[in-house]
């Protein structure tokens, strides 16, 4: 079959720029788009090829048209979700595949996707049975409601979407990404800052944490999958002579003894390659000569999820730890020489005292990268649910992480100049 898989161009929206000038809240994101490879590499007997929109954004129709296909995949991610329906309706419009959309906005919230334009919606992790569904197709048969997290379209009527716990056999890991499909878009998956080439590793999907606000629970339906180190270290051989390597994972260190493995394996390749990689702060505090060993294997710079800098504001999201563990891993990793990419969630219900008090935590503390999002409540998370009576802005354009999409507070021209403020502080000095 011929199969062409399409990821959408940036296309998230922001307030701040669009009602009071200040575009420096506006963020454009690139790498590659490893889902759509993942899934490439499980389709051995078909002719597959990738449209990556956001390297080079209006050339979805000369594809279509080129190469005809039977099928379309599109993936994205919330604030790409009304793009990917338009992509859809684009591509039923210039050569009527069918259409498959996936990805962690269709796995949280499959019944967006209920559209005309849309045939199916694959839900969790979609390597194994995308590939079991374009079989299925092939073979002329209108696919079985029985194929685990795809979700056949019914417009005007209700879908129900079962739940999905995906497995380690999901992951299909004996076949990896299809890197080769993406080669002519190399050159854009930049780290700008270092002007060196990056390369995305998928090491473990989903994450056994809860905390609230956080959609990686939808991946995998809340398991915590990791693959193997055999299959890691062949992935990153793949990317050849790319110099930095991103881990993808929403948390490479969920599964210790894994953990500790990919670190010595990685140490004992020598691959003379540095590594990006997700870890929670008390996994540091707990285990710095884990980290250590990834010191000595390359890992150059870890993200840590902060959010908050109360224990009272970590609780409310369930985030499972304190603010003692957030302030002694940044120490721990200071002194190991680990960059700290940081995240930190501003709440729409902040005031003025706590953009001070925010201020204040990153100016006593080093954190190379501060990242700095606004609270947003995510279609599908536990989050949601609780705030959804809130929202005053439901237009997923805006669901960027950096546009406040219930009531701030502050004014709203104070909180986005408070918050655009706080972000050129931190990144006034940012390495990576
Ligand atoms: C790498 C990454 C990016 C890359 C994406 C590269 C690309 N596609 O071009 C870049 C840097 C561009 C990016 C940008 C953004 N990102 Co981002 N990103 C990630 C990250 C770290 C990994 C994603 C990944 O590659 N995973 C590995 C692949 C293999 O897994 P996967 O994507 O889930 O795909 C599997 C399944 O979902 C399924 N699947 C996926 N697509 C499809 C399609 C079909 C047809 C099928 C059948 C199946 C299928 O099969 C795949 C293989 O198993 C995730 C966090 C995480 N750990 O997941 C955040 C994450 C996805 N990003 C997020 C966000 C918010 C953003 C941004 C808005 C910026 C921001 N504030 O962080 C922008 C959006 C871009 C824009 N402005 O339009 C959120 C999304 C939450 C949400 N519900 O929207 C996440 C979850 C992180 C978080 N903070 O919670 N991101
Ligand atoms: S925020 Fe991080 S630790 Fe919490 S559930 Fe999401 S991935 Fe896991």
Redesign the pocket.
Known sequence: MKILLV?PP???RSIPEERFGIDSLK?I???????LE??AGNLVDHEVRIVDL?AAPGTLEEALNRFRPELV???G????ANTMLQLAAQVKEGCGAVV??????A??DPAFFNQRSVDYI?IG???RV?ARLVATLERGQVPASELPGVIPTRPGNVIRAARVENSHQDLVEERPPAYQLVQKYRSHYRLEKLGLDMG?V?SA?GCPHRCSF???QG?TGGRYLSRSVESVIRDIGLLKDIPVIRF???NTFGDLPRARALGRALRDAALNKHYLADIRSDTVVRHPEMLEEWKEAGLRAVIIGFEEISDSGLAAMNKANQVRSNTEAIAILNQLGITIVGDFILSPDYGEEDFDRLAGYLGSQRIDLPML?VMTP?PGTPLYRRQQGAIINHNLDY????NAVTATRLPEQRFYSRYAELLQQGHEHARL
């Open positions: 990821n940036n296309c998230g963020q994101f690139r790498g590659e788009p490893l889902a993942e899934l956001k995949g599109i993936t991610v919330t604030c790409e498959v959309v996936g990805g962690i906005h796995s949280n694959v992790v979609g390597k995308f995305f998928v999907m956080c959609a990686i991946q993808v994972d929403a999002t995510l669901y960027t992480l950096t």
